[in-house]
């Protein structure tokens, strides 16, 4: 079974950036997908970006596209996620989800997640 661990997330002031880190227990294949997710108060867990490991292909949400950037580094087991231009409204827990097969919007297709890491954004 996968585990995934996040990390990164913590206070920062509008405009500003965070980097988060995705770290797998084990090896991530490469016919599988990687996602972030975030999920505020009140609210549903939404999608955030995605990315194929065969291709590499990206995927965001319109509200992240331009300013959020998901990578990945095979060799580490990690996936990131730069986030800059950072908005209040990106305040939220950030999770990292891992998907057998290939990259997804739905966060019912998602098989394995993390414990999720804090992202506070000050206006």
């Known amino acids: 079974q996968v585990q995934l661990e996040e990390s990164g997330g913590g206070l920062v002031q509008a405009g500003g950036s965070l980097r988060l880190s995705c770290a797998a227990s084990e090896r991530i294949f490469s016919r599988n997908a990687m996602g972030w997710f975030r999920q505020a108060p009140g609210k549903e867990r939404e999608f955030v970006a995605a990315?194929?490991?065969?291709?590499?292909?990206?995927y965001y949400a319109d509200s992240v596209k331009g300013r959020f950037t998901i990578s990945r580094d095979n060799a580490k087991n990690t996936v990131y996620l730069q986030m800059n231009s950072l908005k209040p409204e990106d305040t939220a827990h950030y999770y990292c989800a891992y998907k057998i097969g290939s990259s997804s919007y739905d966060r019912r297709d998602y098989n394995y997640w993390g414990q999720g890491t804090q992202v506070t954004v000050s206006s």
């Open positions: 990315i194929s490991m065969i291709t590499s292909s990206t």
